[in-house]
């Protein structure tokens, strides 16, 4: 029978280990104060652990190291991830990393690999990507970064922001147009370069809801003049496009995973505390509107994951293309969800609950920016909607 909600056993361990380690090993680091040097000598032995296990960078193909697990196994991976925020990058899939990492291995050729893309994977370098601009994101045809080529090399100028990563990143993946004559589909590409190319400024981090997310921050960048080789160009001129859909279809479902696993933790938490805590008499969770929201909460996230597994199911047998419509449905209900039980979970901790004393301020700052920054609800919505009328149009 194919419809099988099953996990094999041998993966079922693997999965129970994750659990165990993150639970153990990794959530304890939150109430610890660690600086960027102190988070990597705390990390460093709990990520040879994982590499041990055969676990690490597990989203890519197998001849880069991954484990070629496929998207339902990853999907329940990332779910596990998702609980703390230190989880990821323990595993080596911390974003922008892990997706540049994916895009490295679609596109780069052998040289460009070497140079780019394995040292990347041994953590050797960090990697950035560059697209947004202050005047351009959901719509990335209004993309004004320009490459001219000059000889051997190409000279970029533009102003890119929201670059995650951007103060701490040995290198940029810039997307930009290489011919203004076509349209851009065609006319766009996707650049490599160092991040101390001369004429590039870091000016600042934006902040999310006042975090700055350091020590990889969200940077305002701009390019004036950087000269790269042509050799820098990733897959072709022109092919930029192309390129972004590869980085974004897989790398959307370990995100929703994962915010999936955030809401869980915020449901437990929220249970936890309005089981202790006592108001008007009784404990919190014993007054009504509680348990409709606890109730309501368990209700979306089963909703949630079931389409999110459906999603990575159908990637695994049907291809990313067959399965846009899923692919784009999780990406508005993941997030949401998220949001509203972080939201739940938050008024039931009280004045706490808004306070870093907890994980949940910012945990819900790290949800409601993926309404975005995975690209706005209404943009998938239009997609969704669009596949739904193609059937009677
Ligand atoms: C924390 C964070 C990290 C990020 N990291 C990166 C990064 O590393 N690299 C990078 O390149 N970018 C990054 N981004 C930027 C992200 O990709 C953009 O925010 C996203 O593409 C949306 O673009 P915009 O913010 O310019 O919104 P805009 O394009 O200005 O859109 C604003 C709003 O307009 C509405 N809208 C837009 N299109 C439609 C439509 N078709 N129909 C109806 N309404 C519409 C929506 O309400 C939308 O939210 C990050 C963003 C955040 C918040």
């Known amino acids: 029978m194919a419809w099988d909600f099953s996990t094999e056993p041998e993966f079922a361990e693997k999965l129970e280990w994750m659990e165990e380690f993150v639970r153990g090993e990794i959530i304890p680091l939150e109430v610890l104060d660690l600086d960027a040097a102190a988070f990597e000598r705390a990390t460093a032995p709990l990520k040879e652990e994982v590499k041990a296990r055969g676990l690490w960078a597990a989203h890519l193909p197998p001849e880069l190291g991954g484990g070629g697990f496929g998207q339902v196994?990853?999907?329940?991976?990332?779910?596990?991830?998702?609980?703390?925020?230190?989880?990821?990058?323990?595993?080596?899939?911390?974003?922008?990393?892990?997706?540049?990492?994916?895009?490295?291995?679609?596109?780069?050729?052998?040289?460009?690999?070497?140079?780019?893309?394995?040292?990347?994977?041994?953590?050797?370098?960090?990697?950035?990507?560059?697209?947004?601009?202050?005047?351009?994101?959901?719509?990335?045809?209004?993309?004004?970064?320009?490459?001219?080529?000059?000889?051997?090399?190409?000279?970029?100028?533009?102003?890119?922001?929201?670059?995650?990563?951007?103060?701490?990143?040995?290198?940029?993946?810039?997307?930009?147009?290489?011919?203004?004559?076509?349209?851009?589909?065609?006319?766009?590409?996707?650049i490599l370069v160092p991040a101390d190319a001369t004429g590039i400024t870091v000016h600042r981090p934006l902040s999310v809801f006042g975090y700055d997310d350091a020590p990889h921050g969200h940077m305002?960048?701009?390019?004036?003049?950087?000269?790269?080789?042509?050799?820098?160009?990733?897959?072709?001129?022109?092919?930029?496009?192309?390129?972004?859909?590869?980085?974004?279809?897989p790398g959307r479902i370990h995100h929703c995973m994962r915010l999936i696993g955030l809401a869980e933790r915020a449901l437990e938490l929220m249970s936890k505390r309005t089981l202790q805590r006592v108001a008007f008499g009784k404990p919190i969770a014993a007054h009504g509107v509680t348990q409709e929201r606890i109730a309501e909460a368990r209700i979306m996230i089963e909703q949630a994951r079931l389409l999110t597994l459906k999603a990575a199911y159908m990637m695994d047998t049907v291809g990313n293309k067959g399965a846009r419509g899923e692919i784009a449905m999780i990406k508005v209900v993941a997030p949401n969800i998220a949001c509203q039980i972080i939201d739940w979970a938050i008024q039931a901790h009280g004045a706490g609950g808004v306070s870093d004393d907890f994980p949940l301020a910012y945990a819900y700052a790290h949800a409601r920016t993926l309404r975005l920054a995975d690209g706005p609800d209404e943009v998938h919505r239009n997609a969704i909607a669009k596949l739904e009328l193609s059937r009677y149009a």
């Open 73 to 190: 196994r990853l999907g329940l991976m990332h779910e596990i991830l998702g609980q703390c925020v230190y989880a990821p990058p323990v595993f080596g899939n911390n974003a922008p990393d892990s997706g540049n990492a994916e895009l490295l291995a679609l596109g780069a050729t052998v040289e460009q690999k070497k140079q780019w893309l394995e040292p990347l994977l041994d953590g050797r370098l960090r990697s950035a990507f560059s697209m947004t601009e202050p005047g351009a994101g959901a719509d990335p045809t209004l993309l004004a970064t320009r490459a001219e080529r000059d000889g051997d090399e190409y000279v970029i100028n533009g102003h890119k922001w929201f670059t995650s990563n951007g103060s701490v990143a040995d290198f940029l993946i810039v997307m930009c147009v290489t011919n203004p004559d076509v349209h851009p589909y065609a006319g766009s590409s996707m």
């Open 220 to 249: 305002d960048i701009t390019l004036e003049n950087v000269r790269v080789p042509v050799s820098n160009m990733l897959l072709g001129e022109g092919r930029g496009f192309e390129i972004a859909q590869g980085r974004l279809g």
